[in-house]
């Protein structure tokens, strides 16, 4: 059975950082586009940022400079490094399968883990 565990969120002051993981058991990870998803309270899902199985990467625009994502393929783990974070970063994040949105509601999803900014 497919599964993916967020960790690292917590709370942070504006400016600051935090590296979120995402460790995938069930399924061949190196093989899976991967994508984080974020979901700020009372909003829809919002894509942030995808990693192939090559290692190329793709961001929004907004997280883009800020936001990097990486993969360890050995561990099977995927990663979200934020820096200077806002308080409009404040969310739920989820790592996913799938390199688009539409592309990640057909795959699987982490439980998510909870980033909050504010002073």
């Known amino acids: 059975e497919a599964q993916l565990v967020e960790s690292g969120g917590g709370w942070v002051q504006p400016g600051g950082s935090l590296r979120l993981s995402c460790a995938a058991s069930?399924?061949?990870?190196?093989?899976?586009?991967m994508s984080w998803i974020r979901r700020a309270p009372g909003k829809g899902p919002e894509w942030i940022a995808n990693?192939?199985?090559?290692?190329?990467?793709y961001y929004k625009q907004s997280v883009k400079d800020r936001f990097t994502i990486s993969r360890d393929n050995a561990k099977n783990t995927l990663y979200l490094q934020m820096n200077s974070l806002k308080p409009e970063d404040t969310a739920d994040y989820y790592c996913?399968?799938?390199?688009?949105?539409?592309?990640?509601?057909?795959?699987?999803w982490g439980q998510g883990t909870q980033v909050t900014v504010s002073s």
């Open positions: 990693i192939n199985s090559g290692g190329n990467t």
């Open positions: 996913t399968t799938g390199s688009s949105l539409p592309d990640s509601l057909r795959g699987y």
């Open positions: 069930g399924f061949t990870f190196g093989t899976y586009a």
